[in-house]
């Protein structure tokens, strides 16, 4: 009976460690780091699987710290399958698991200083983004798109020991169109948010105005990466990938649809305006 019931409650603990890794938000991160690192000339295993990792376990901490606090600081969520002090266990042992990916990195010829400063503040950011970076509307808005952008910036200086132009630019592109993303997901959450005294811009200015708020990121990533171009930064035929966040962008603007939806539609355009660039840039990577 001891033995079924210590059994138990490792199956608990194995479950609860599971329903923190949320792979619908830990995925793009270590999607942009791989997308990061194909950008380079020349790609090595090595240095990605451990920018992959460190990029990984730093959501994870982000994701184990917003449990936490949801359950048992805030009251917000239900239930937690995990208590406090196995949280703060798995905590420590994930920040100790990003450190040592780090540690890899700093110790790769290649990576260098420049992957190593790139990747640390998202570690950072996975510790303060519950309690303090989501209770703002700027700072909860945007730590999500800058995890992202530095993802693939690390995953490219993982490679490279640097960053080029072109890199930054894509990520300045991209940014935008993240954060545009964030605020319609703040709308569907938008009476929750309110309920809890949660300061997301939809909170802050309003449904209506947020939604405007959200198409004016969404069309300055198109400004940007036109920009980007302009300066030589990427080269002209970048400019098709701009017609998909300016098509999601009037599709938004112009349509009466429900925020859920439109979250839907940006989300794969995302996806289609990564995949875009990178074949733009990369034109013969599957020659």
């Known amino acids: 009976m001891h033995d079924r019931s210590l ?3 490792h199956t608990a603990t194995v479950r609860g460690l599971w329903k ?17 690192a194909l ?19 730093a959501v994870y901490v982000a994701h ?5 606090v949801d359950y048992y600081v805030r009251g917000e969520d239900e239930t937690n399958p995990l208590s406090p002090r196995a949280l703060r266990l798995a905590i420590g042992l994930a920040t100790a698991g990003a450190t040592a990916c780090i540690g890899f990195l700093w110790l790769r010829a290649a990576a260098e200083l420049v992957a190593v400063v790139l990747t640390v503040p998202l570690v950072v950011l996975g510790h303060l983004h519950a309690p303090s970076l989501d209770t703002g509307p700027v700072t909860g808005t945007a730590d999500y798109p800058l995890g992202i952008v530095l993802a693939m910036l690390g995953g490219y200086a993982a490679q490279t020991g640097t960053v080029s132009a072109a890199v930054i630019a894509v990520c300045l592109a991209l940014f935008p169109l993240l954060v545009g993303t964030n605020v319609l997901l703040d709308i569907v959450d938008y009476r929750h948010d309110r309920r809890l005294s949660k300061r997301t811009i939809p909170v802050a200015l309003g449904p209506s105005r947020a939604r405007f708020v959200a198409i004016g990121f969404i069309f300055a990533s198109v400004g940007l990466l036109g920009v980007a171009i302009a300066l030589g930064a990427l080269s002209q035929r970048v400019a ?3 017609i998909v966040p300016a098509c999601a962008g009037t599709w938004c603007l112009t349509g009466r649809y429900s925020a859920d939806r439109a979250v839907r539609v940006l989300i794969g355009a995302t996806y289609a305006f990564a995949g875009v660039l990178f074949l733009a840039i990369q034109p013969d990577f599957f020659i």
Request: net charge neutral; aromatic share 8%; charged share 10%.
């Open 7 to 9: 059994l138990g409650r």
């Open 20 to 36: 923190h890794v949320q792979p619908i938000f830990l995925l793009p991160g270590a999607a942009m780091s791989v997308f990061g």
């Open 39 to 57: 950008l380079a000339a020349e790609f090595s295993v090595g240095p990605a699987i451990g920018h992959v990792l460190a990029v990984s376990l």
């Open 64 to 68: 184990l710290k917003d449990g936490y």
């Open 240 to 242: 098709v990938a701009g």
